[in-house]
């Protein structure tokens, strides 16, 4: 019991400030942080394109931003006084280390893409098609001590020296049998001595196969979670939720979360097939499973799951989401992660919002059983991990809202229209809401009265969240810069 008092407690401090460094800063996935004496506002600067470096004289509360890579999905981690972010560039994925003070590049590791075999490469363009190889390594790195772990844009999780980016060991989930959808993208989660990762296991997103009745799963028995040793790399423990790859709607975007519930050490995961799952830590063995989609998001019909999720998608020629409407009721997977909040679940649902607009719902759960305690279904779909804090929950949806709810009745207290589309989650911290879209960064005073403080036009889509660490915010742009942000007198 002591010990897991003791994990308890060290969850609590990873979420009080200093470093960030995991996907979402720490097991828990609330997106807050307890850094203090941020900036409200900031300007840009211009740009030396040449040097791919921004004249800091020409910005505003801009310590430093550097151009490191022609595309980045994925959000920077923070530990030990250096930056760590993945990327791409042509031909390559790339995985860069910079000081967290200056910018000044540590270490850039970089990898080829894959050849795959000609057979697989025909049919296979969830893959290998352009898709893909415009990516780049879009997993969000675990740092600890002298190692840091992400999955690669090869389907490896791999672990690196932190401090030179020597290669130290690999898991290949390719030649494990797990064919992920659109990307490697599970971002991990380290425990103890175990490495977790989600598989990003998936359908075959052929173009052409979506416009018919079937989306194949080409691998339905493949894990959806894994545990690895977090020092060699080897394989511990799968998940026994096998009934996920089947009922497989696309991909799988959710990393999970971790913590003590009842006395029992518990991973959150959200599925694939719609469901948020409870885990046992030790053994990956189910505890419980809630579906996130309502009954009355199950349209009736004799397609199956894959089929039906693909007529929500306005894209295609037998969507019946051709409107692009909020009001669109239909089946989505999990893409946010599980939040876990006083012994609480806060999970919502959403698809890519290349789909299309539609109704979603967030979920407020309880983590011993997976009953249901509310649900709030006034919110369009959402790729948005929650904040939480002061009895208040703030989460933004793909329709460019953000609205505050009660955490503990979920009732609404307000919404705020950005009008642009959004890809990030809220980052909660210094009784300020930070939010990028796909123009702009947004900040909103925290608390139960609506007040937008600021908003800054970016220059660029901004597709993931706003980090907070040592008294600094941290974010990437889609078109490879990397930000440091800190309040100038």
């Known amino acids: 019991m002591r010990r897991l008092l003791l994990f308890g407690l060290l969850l609590a401090a990873a979420a009080q400030g200093g470093d960030s460094p995991e996907f979402c800063g720490s097991h828990s996935k609330n997106m807050i942080s307890s850094e203090r004496d941020l900036p409200d506002n900031f300007s840009p600067g ?21 151009k490191i890579n022609m595309v980045m999905y994925p959000s920077p981690s923070v530990a030990e006084g250096n930056v760590y972010v993945g990327g791409g560039k042509p031909g390559l994925g790339t995985f860069t280390c910079l000081d967290a003070r200056t910018g000044k590049l540590r270490w850039q590791y970089t990898e080829p893409y894959r050849p795959f075999p000609a057979e697989i490469q025909k049919g296979w363009k969830f893959m290998l098609g352009r898709i893909t190889r415009n990516l780049g390594i879009v997993s969000t790195a675990a740092v600890e001590n002298d190692r840091v772990y992400f999955v690669n844009h090869r389907c490896e999780v791999l672990c690196l020296d932190a401090h030179s980016g020597r290669r130290l060991w690999s898991f290949d989930l390719w030649e494990y049998g797990i064919r992920p959808s659109d990307a490697c993208n599970g971002s991990p989660l380290v425990e103890g001595d175990r490495l977790y990762v989600a598989t990003s ?18 691998a339905p ?25 089947p009922n497989l709607l696309h991909g799988q975007w959710s990393t999970p979360s971790l913590g003590v519930v009842g006395g029992r050490k518990l991973l959150f995961f959200g599925g694939g097939d719609g469901f948020c799952y409870a885990f046992d830590a030790e053994t990956l063995k189910t505890v419980w499973r809630f579906d996130c989609n309502p009954p009355e998001y199950h349209v009736k019909s004799d397609l199956n799951w894959a089929a039906l999720y693909s007529l929500g998608d306005k894209r295609l020629k037998k969507s ?10 239909g089946l989505s997977e999990i893409i946010a992660c599980p939040v876990l909040h006083n012994d609480r679940i806060y999970v919502p649902i959403g698809r890519d919002p290349e789909h299309g607009r539609g109704r979603g719902a967030l ?6 059983t997976g009953r249901k305690i509310w649900g709030y279904q006034d919110i ?12 208040l929950l703030y989460v933004a949806d793909i329709a460019g809202r953000i609205h505050c709810l009660d955490a503990d009745t979920g009732h609404l207290h307000w919404v705020h229209e950005t009008g642009e589309t959004l890809w990030a989650s809220t980052l909660l911290a210094d009784g300020k809401i930070y ?19 600021n908003t800054v036009r970016l220059g660029a889509p901004v ?24 309040h100038q007198p």
């Open 201 to 218: 296991n998936g359908t075959d997103r052929d173009a052409q196969v979506a416009e018919y009745d079937d989306r194949p799963t080409p």
């Open 46 to 66: 211009e740009k030396d394109n040449a040097r791919g470096e921004v004249i800091v004289a020409t910005a505003r509360n801009v310590a430093w931003a550097t």
């Open 463 to 486: 597709y993931s969240s706003v980090v907070a660490a040592d008294g600094a915010l941290y974010f990437s742009t889609f078109n490879g810069w990397l930000y440091c942000l800190r």
């Open 363 to 368: 979920w407020c759960l309880d983590a011993a």
């Open 320 to 329: 019946l989401n051709k409107k692009n409407e909020s009001s669109f009721v």
């Open 435 to 453: 939010l990028p879209t796909t123009k702009h960064l947004w900040i909103l005073a925290a608390g139960k009265e609506k007040k937008v403080l």
């Open 380 to 391: 369009d779909r959402t790729l948005s991990t929650v904040s939480i804090a002061d009895g």
């Open 221 to 245: 028995d493949a894990p959806n979670l894994i545990a690895l040793d977090k020092h060699s790399g080897r394989l511990i423990a799968t998940d026994d939720a096998r009934q996920i790859g």
